[in-house]
């Protein structure tokens, strides 16, 4: 399996709902990221885990909160999000954050905030 | 983190080799380039990346210059597949919190012509 699969594709919610993206990957990779991408610009980095702990956490407003639970999977719990959070949110993963191993990257979850 | 700068778009006629230029001015000695591209829609995918020789594999190659202030991806018979996002990206070297960080650029919108 040489894959990161990201559910659900595709994500409505209010501005006062909970929601949760998910990422998966079964390569043993112990490195895994998220990035948010608006329209037309490149991806921006949000959060690093790394063996299962957070690394770096880009000043990520708290209303987005990452959560590593084991080595294949990293969610992305969001509460009272804006409208201005509506973005392509793409998780990845690489062997480890060594800067030698390429990141294999999800398709992403498109989110829109109403 | 060294910063890239690359031309905003290129165009490249079907079957023709495209070459994509990068300047990395300020990399330091162990900071590796990376390149990766994004179809539209979808999670980015990495191509090759280097550190100093020049690097090829199945899809392009990577020729980076002695002084290591720019580099060139090469893919050598472009189809119309190829049209995409081409992102060079600087990878953090070791030390540092930040190590191992992959940030984009803008990156080079690549159209491939019949």
């Known amino acids: 399996d040489t894959e990161v699969t990201q559910t659900p594709k595709h994500l409505v919610m209010g501005m006062t709902n909970k929601k949760s993206l998910k990422c998966e990957q079964h390569?043993?990779?112990?490195?895994m990221y998220w990035y948010k991408q608006k329209a037309k610009k490149p991806p921006e980095l949000m959060f690093v885990?790394?063996?299962?702990?957070?690394?770096i956490n880009e000043s990520v407003p708290s209303r987005f909160s990452p959560e590593c639970p084991n080595s294949s999977l990293l969610n992305l719990h969001l509460h009272a999000l804006q409208p201005e959070d509506s973005a392509l949110y793409l998780c990845?993963?690489?062997?480890?954050?060594?800067?030698?191993?390429?990141?294999?990257f999800g398709s992403g979850t498109r989110l829109t905030v109403v | 983190d060294a910063k890239t700068t690359q031309p905003p778009s290129m165009d490249c006629a079907e079957g023709r080799a495209a070459n994509l230029p990068c300047n990395h001015s300020?990399?330091?000695?162990?900071?590796?380039v990376y390149w990766y591209r994004q179809i539209h829609s979808q999670g980015p995918q990495y191509i090759i990346h280097?550190?100093?020789n020049n690097e090829t594999n199945e899809m392009a190659s990577l020729i980076i210059t002695e002084d290591r202030k720019s580099s060139t991806l090469i893919l050598p018979h472009a189809t119309l597949r190829d049209t995409a996002v081409y992102y060079c990206?600087?990878?953090?070297?070791?030390?540092?919190?930040?190590?191992?960080?992959?940030?984009f650029g803008q990156g080079t919108i690549l159209t491939v012509h019949p």
């Open positions: 990845a993963s690489s062997q480890d954050r060594g800067r030698n191993y390429g990141y294999t």
């Open positions: 990206i600087v990878r953090v070297g070791a030390g540092g919190t930040s190590y191992g960080k992959l940030t």
């Open positions: 390569m043993g990779h112990r490195a």
């Open positions: 280097g550190l100093k």
């Open positions: 300020t990399i330091s000695g162990n900071e590796y």
């Open positions: 885990y790394s063996y299962e702990k957070l690394s």
